[in-house]
């Protein structure tokens, strides 16, 4: 029995090893799979050496390579122009054949407005001026730098490219909404149920956009920074609909001469949930 | 071996019959799931995982309390387990395959679920999931067989299936540890965001695992000649005694953590558990888990006030109150309240309960006669071989 014990032992410590090893392991592998991430990688993080990186702490410094891109919402303007921000939904989800299943248990949305108190949560909400609380804050996908939704998935349908744009393979995706789970922002949506189905006769996509993919039930989606028209030099839906009211700035947030890194710098912005760690792209005028 | 599930008496049968036809109405169900959609369920935008999920993290649990045989009877050589110790395997690979199983039914594309291993992603809790749960399946599978084919044969196992053996007892840890990390390591749910998560599983699970096999070993003394011995029942009462104290100690850390930090979102899921959460906006109180929850800990209480004393303990028929007690209790708060409650409220503070839908329970049951249905085979054929045996010897 002595003899069985000690070969115990030594399968206990070599998997306890192994377990102190794990998470560093862990680490390089992450580096390597989470694409786009910057060639320095995590590395950069602790070096602090931008700007940012020393205001925020050395741990929570962005990294400044390769293209990032931004949005910045200027709450005022979406205010003085009453229904615009209508505007930005109907043209992101008419282009993105985003079904209108018509219950919120099923409801599927990239985009969508919400008052202040469940954009910011985490913020206090007492005694704050009048016309916060009667605002609307369109809110969508931050295109985290750290996303946990990447983390999270197990088949890297949901990725990061390039361009630091969360995006997902729809053909890949098995969905386990395990990326729902992780997403701090509620910013996925799953599809409950056929999207190219209908009900009562009216089909849950009005108007089929033939340039963009409609989904099959049982995967996930969300906003993609219309990485597709980027590619070919445009803006996104959202940020075209605004038209020049300014009310969308978009940009390559890793460029200092971009207009949306410009109007960072002369503004004070809020992202959602900062002290997460995820880092968003999406910021806020208020 | 595997004949011997094909003899047996009529009530075997019926029994057999009666799991069958609820994994047919399950499976049934389970067709009409697959043609419409996860729709069918009762789970939402708000509430992407339900029952399933919820019954899959219990079960790892179960699966993984194996190693409470395990470890005393091939580690200390605690012979009176040597009687009962395959049954826990046999309960582990049932469990196991439950779980692979609500996984399953789980995915809104089963039909990729190779994707998990055709495109291995470290960096996904759920990846390594995988492994450590197929891994821990095959390594009861071998080690249950091998031991009951000695048995079978008359002869002691042969030395190759140690390694196995012991490999087993830090995997089983493994299950539960990986299945926790699923949760807690997820930013901006903050009711699973607790180190303490992995530990309270695997201590809910020590008390659970052996509850059922308590009361699965008496259950077979009633009707076969198979008796594992009171000695093997006391000590595994123990385990329960210590593992239940801790998980409830663990509970109390919880709440503690929770209420004396007064972070709002350290409380609102433990509010929404136990006593009701307010809408922001409205003012409704939603509850829909408080009296489960509660029964919960009722039931919790009064188990271990049973197992404590000597005289409902040494009693069989309230060792098996207390046990179903037990099982039950942790049921509740694992396989419910852990992985529903964890949705409420939604990162945006919305409030959305959750409600099983019919095709969605039939085919939770479903899921849990496959596995009944699995244990059955397997024990029956465990226990003619040793009843045989033991006869022979
Ligand atoms: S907002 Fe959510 S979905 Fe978008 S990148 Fe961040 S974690 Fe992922
Ligand atoms: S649902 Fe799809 S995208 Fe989300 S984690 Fe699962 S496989 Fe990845």
Redesign the pocket.
Known sequence: MDNKRRKFLKIAGLSAIAGIGAPAALNMLMKGNVQASSPHGHGDDHGGGHEEAKGHGAHHGEVKQGKRYGLVIDVHKFNQTPGLAQKCISACHDTFNVPDIGNKKDEVKWIWEEPYTHAFPEHSHYKRNTELHHLSFLVT????DD????RACPTQATFKNEDGI?MMDFHRCIGCRF?MA????G??SFNWRDPRGMKDGKPFIKKVNPEFPTRMRGVVE?CNFCAGLLKKGLLPKCVEATGDTKAMVFGDLNDPASEVSKVLKSHFTIQRKPALG?K?SVFYII | MLEKALQGNAKYWSWVGFLLSMMGLGAFCYVLQFNYGLGLTGMSRNVSWGLYISQFTFLVGVAASAVMLVLPYYLHNFKEFGRITILGEFLAIASVSMCLLFIMTDLGQPIRALNVVLHPTPHSILFWDMIVLNGYLFLNVVVGWVALNSEYKGTHPPKWVYPFVYLSIPWAVSIHTVTAFLYCGLPGRHFWMTAILAPRFLASAFAAGPALLIILVLLVRKFSSFDAGDKAINKLVTVIIYAGLINFFFVGLELFVGYYSNIPGHMHTLDYLFFGLADHDTGIIYNNLVPWMRTSVIMGVISLALFGCKKTRNNSGMLIVACALMFFSLWIDKGLGLVLGGFVPNPLEYITEYVPSIPEIFITLGVWCTGFFILTILYKVAISVKTEAERLS
């Open positions: 996908c931050n295109h985290c996303p946990p939704c990447v969360v990326c992780a997403c701090p922002y910013s996925r969300k995820t968003p």
